[in-house]
């Protein structure tokens, strides 16, 4: 199994304070984040975007370009691409560009997005959402597949035998669609014979199981070879148990709540988040070997080739993430690895 990190580059004050890092000294912070994780031993990192005042991955391509100087082996990926506010051939001539700089190590994670910010921002209409999201998917596809292109359609000016430079080092630029609570989205991923992202941030990890099954059987019946899923879940990791609920709820609770004053949900409490983090919950906090058998436990309901760990719900002290990293890729990565090849072993 693949291991990695994604983060949206949060600014939000630190528990207990009023002040946040300078934009700067934030994005610091954050290409030093990239850059253990590569030296850890993870495989992927990935940066989300986002267009509100406490994250600053509006541009995930030139943040991970940067990161691509600093790293040798690390996989780097949007986590997501908003797709539906997105030029698609923008979107490919940046993470083609991206590709090369980082010798053939980008890769796309296309979504429609959490938040609509960047809808009325860049003029886009939020009447055809979907119908906008799958257009400009099907025309990233077919960019990554041809060098000059012929394509129409109802939400971008059509395109009349263009070649779209640069191309990807890759022969074709890997390609993830990350799906939330929509089972037509899993279904559509899985026709389309894509990678399918399963972001699982609440409720009960085995509720998700059916998605999984609806993305492989598409897949399936579509002709294609069972494509790859990834699970990305909030989390964070230290030396024991308590400790990491310590310094992981004051952080999970001020993003939580903020965004569940938009969207009409109550305040977590100690409680609500104590029993999320137990091994039938969705975050992935805990002690290292916690987190091990919670990412082995939902591998046993999704069978998934990747999992991905936002560490950074809400801003937390720089010295204890990178302490995450650490525990991340030298205790559960190899430990998890281990039983993830034993099990696919004993299948093959």
Not at 41 to 56: A, N, T, W
Not at 61 to 86: C, Q
Not at 306 to 330: D, N, Y
Request: negative net charge; proline residues 6%; charged residues 20%.
């Amino acid at each position: 199994m693949e291991l990695g990190i994604y983060s949206f580059a949060e600014n939000t004050p630190i528990a207990g304070s009023s002040q946040t890092r300078s934009p700067g000294q934030r994005m610091q912070d954050l290409l030093e984040e990239v850059e253990l994780a590569d030296q850890a031993g993870l495989d992927v990192f990935g940066i989300g975007e986002h267009h509100r005042s406490e994250y600053l991955a509006s541009s995930p391509a030139v943040i991970l370009s940067a990161a691509a100087a600093k790293t040798r082996n690390i996989r780097l990926t949007s986590a997501v691409t908003v797709l539906g506010s997105e030029d698609p051939v923008r979107v490919f001539q940046q993470f083609s560009t991206l590709d090369q700089i980082s010798g053939g190590r980008a890769e796309i994670m296309a979504g429609r997005g959490s938040f609509i910010e960047s809808f009325p921002l860049f003029g886009q209409d939020l009447e055809n959402y979907d119908e906008i999201f799958s257009e400009k998917l099907q025309l990233l596809m077919k960019l990554r597949e041809s060098e000059r292109i012929t394509w129409s359609g109802k939400h971008r000016p059509a395109i009349n035998n263009r070649a779209v430079y640069p191309r990807s080092q890759q022969d074709l630029l890997p390609l993830w669609v990350a799906v939330g609570g929509s089972p037509q989205s899993a279904v559509r991923t899985g026709n389309l014979g894509l990678p399918m992202a399963l972001a699982i941030i609440g409720g009960q990890p085995a509720q998700f199981a059916p998605f999984v099954q609806l993305h492989q059987q598409a897949a399936k019946e579509a002709g294609h070879p069972a494509p790859p899923v990834s699970i990305n879940s909030h989390g964070f990791i230290s030396e024991d148990s308590r400790q990491a609920k310590d310094y992981a709820f004051p952080a999970f609770k001020l993003t939580m709540d903020r965004i569940g004053r938009e969207r009409g949900w109550p305040a977590m409490t100690r409680e609500q988040f104590d029993a999320s983090c137990t091994i039938y919950g969705a975050n992935i906090v805990g002690s290292p070997s916690e987190v091990t058998d919670k990412i082995l436990h939902q591998h046993e309901l999704f069978g998934h080739h990747r999992f991905l760990m936002q560490l950074t719900v809400g801003s937390l002290p720089h010295k204890k993430v990178l302490r995450a990293i650490e525990l991340f890729g030298s205790e559960v990565a190899p430990a998890v690895r281990k039983e993830t090849s034993a099990a696919a072993g004993s299948t093959a």
